[in-house]
């Protein structure tokens, strides 16, 4: 079974802290992805990986970057958290045609 | 933009079949129509995709009409743990790179005893 694990399920932190949000997969995949989803929005693309090293931004990368060091590990980063990014977080892992979402981590911003 | 409209909700009972509908009457002739759900509080699970064909796999089943314009996602024996937000999703499959998937707002199926 593909297997996509998430840091942590519940996070609260404080505004203006630095935030690091971490994505495992253990499937060799070479796509990832980190979403977020709020209610009425549905799910929104922050920023994806297709190789170590490489990264592209989504839809709402604003406030966020990501690092992909090696090829299972993908992180988002929330350089200066605000209460705007309070918000569900969900990492994916990709093959030709299917998407493997971790469990999300919800983050809260105080 | 969701290229695909889904029914807000619906209701089935336990141990009947369910058949969840979904339109996407501008979808190209590369693209794939893939089928999700997410249960409360967790990540998205991936169900079946097809592109013409009717597909099967231990989950359910996809039925595509000939126009490739609706489709029909078939759970044969609904269970409760099958109370979930159904997403229908159309988009091109086999490309690297970026891979948006655009899940829209989906359908609540609340399985009943």
């Known amino acids: 079974d593909v297997k996509v694990t998430q840091s942590s399920r519940y996070l609260v932190k404080r505004t203006g802290e630095k935030v690091f949000l971490e994505c495992v997969q253990d499937m060799d995949h070479e796509n990832m992805f980190w979403y977020r989803q709020d209610p009425g929005l549905g799910l929104r693309l922050i920023y994806f990986?297709?190789?170590?090293?490489?990264?592209e931004k989504g839809d709402i990368p604003e406030g966020y970057s990501v690092s992909r060091e090696k090829k299972e590990r993908f992180s988002l980063i929330l350089e200066s958290a605000s209460t705007n990014q309070t918000s569900m977080y969900l990492c994916a892992s990709r093959t030709l045609y299917e998407q493997y979402f971790g469990p999300g981590t919800r983050l809260t911003v105080t | 933009d969701a290229k695909t409209t889904q029914p807000p909700s619906m209701d089935c009972a336990e141990g009947r079949a369910a058949n969840l509908p979904c339109n996407h009457s501008?979808?190209?002739?590369?693209?794939?129509v893939y089928w999700y759900r997410q249960i409360h509080s967790q990540g998205p699970q991936y169900i079946i995709h097809?592109?013409?064909n009717n597909e099967t796999n231990e989950m359910a089943s996809l039925i595509i009409t000939e126009d490739r314009k609706s489709s029909t996602l078939i759970l044969p024996h609904a269970t409760l743990r099958d109370t979930a937000v159904y997403y229908c999703i159309v988009r091109v499959s086999g490309q690297g790179g970026s891979e948006k998937l655009v899940f829209g707002k989906g359908m609540k199926l609340t399985v009943n005893p």
């Open positions: 990986s297709y190789d170590v090293k490489m990264k």
């Open positions: 097809g592109l013409k």
């Open positions: 501008t979808i190209s002739g590369n693209e794939y």
